[in-house]
């Protein structure tokens, strides 16, 4: 069974970097048929893909527009987790952050990590 | 972006009910279209992928149906615990995208 664990602070300050990692169990980082995606969700802007990173050989990178020039996905093949890294952090940013593994061949998202809060506020 | 519409946004209903959730996407998306169930305090969970293959555990009072652009999702009998907000999600294309919601609410 797959399971997705996050971390990371629950508070970042405006301008500052909002870090988060997902450890994976039950698959690899590295597997080539599927992709770690970050996705968020607040009540002005409900549910957000961010972003995600898969292993075809090499590794690819996809970005949604709104946070494409903010924000980066990093694999750790070394600890089979990937990390989440947004920069200039606004209030905006505030959202409930999760993991979630996306099937290739089945086009679906499962399983999703717990979900974390981010509140941007000095 | 592939704009999805969900309707309504709030379904009061009793137990026992049979609703229909429909979702739209502002273009054909073929049968890439899947459903998600989420509770208060939880990450949503899949129920339906590609517009009807019903997820493996979840029970088959849940069904889905549509194609291109319109979908919709069926609870034959509602049951106590599936009070809950759904979304609907498309992964025709990127950036993926969710309707904006239903939430079922005990009338």
């Known amino acids: 069974q797959v399971q997705l664990q996050q971390s990371g602070p629950g508070l970042v300050k405006p301008s500052q970097t909002l870090s988060l990692t997902c450890a994976i169990s039950?698959?690899?980082?590295?597997?080539?048929?599927?992709?770690w995606n970050w996705i968020r969700q607040s009540p002005s802007r409900g549910l957000e893909w961010l972003g995600r990173?898969?292993?075809?050989?090499?590794?690819?990178?996809d970005y949604a527009a709104s946070v494409n020039s903010r924000m980066t996905i990093s694999p750790d093949t070394s600890k089979n987790q990937f990390s989440l890294q947004l920069n200039s952090v606004t209030p905006e940013d505030t959202a409930v952050y999760y993991c979630v593994r996306y099937h290739h061949s089945s086009r679906w998202f499962d399983p999703w990590g717990q979900g974390t809060l981010v509140t941007v506020s000095s | 972006d592939i704009q999805m519409t969900q309707s309504p946004s709030s379904l009061p209903a009793s137990v026992g009910d049979r609703v229909t959730i429909t979702c739209r996407a502002s273009q054909s998306i073929s049968n890439y279209l899947n459903w998600y169930q989420q509770k208060s305090g939880e990450a949503p969970n899949l129920l339906i992928y590609?517009?009807?293959s019903l997820q493996g555990g979840v029970p088959s009072r849940f069904s889905g149906s549509g194609s291109g652009t319109d979908f919709t999702l069926t609870i034959s009998t509602l049951q106590p615990e599936d009070f809950a907000t759904y979304y609907c999600q498309q992964s025709n294309s990127l950036p993926f995208t969710f309707g904006q919601g239903t939430r079922l609410e005990i009338k």
């Open positions: 990173t898969y292993y075809r050989s090499n590794w690819y990178y």
């Open positions: 039950g698959d690899s980082v590295s597997s080539n048929s599927v992709a």
């Open positions: 590609a517009a009807s």
